[in-house]
């Protein structure tokens, strides 16, 4: 992984980053993408967040390359894999991701999320924001909680190989 790939980043990555101060360094870095799910999900709930973790919605799509739309053939790909249930954003997401060609890695610490990806072959896409940050350069946030790391992410893909998630 380096910098300039292409981040699928789902909606509690996008909150997390923002929330740590470091979501226009990851900005700057990639080429960060999502979906409009994502960017509709970052503002739910966008008036009960104190003042500091609200993400303004002009702002979020200025720093992200790419802000996609999904069709409901795409959807219903997704759907047909079978899995665990996704929410919106996830859902969405994954049915770009797996819409596209060329290199990409997905970000999104969700667990269903995670079983998704692995159960459709693409567990070595998978990425932290720990791990984004490494390739950065920068130092990790000390307020970066523990499943936004690769160790919590190391711990999912076992368990997935294990079949105890």
Known sequence: M???????????????AHNTGCLAVLAAAFRMETVEACVIETQNGHLSRAPAQRIDEAVLRALLHAVHSVTDAERAF?????GPALDDGERDLWAHALGRGGPWVLCGPDKASMKFGFKAGHAAR???????????????????????????LAGVINRLVVGKL
Request: no cysteine; charged share 15%; hydrophobic share 55%.
């Open 2 to 16: 380096q910098t300039g790939a292409v981040v699928l980043v789902d909606t509690t990555a996008l909150i997390e």
């Open 78 to 82: 997704v759907a047909a894999q079978g």
């Open 126 to 152: 998978l990425v932290t924001l720990e791990t984004l940050l490494v390739v950065t350069g920068q130092p990790l946030p000390a307020a970066l909680r523990a499943h936004y790391r690769d160790a919590w």
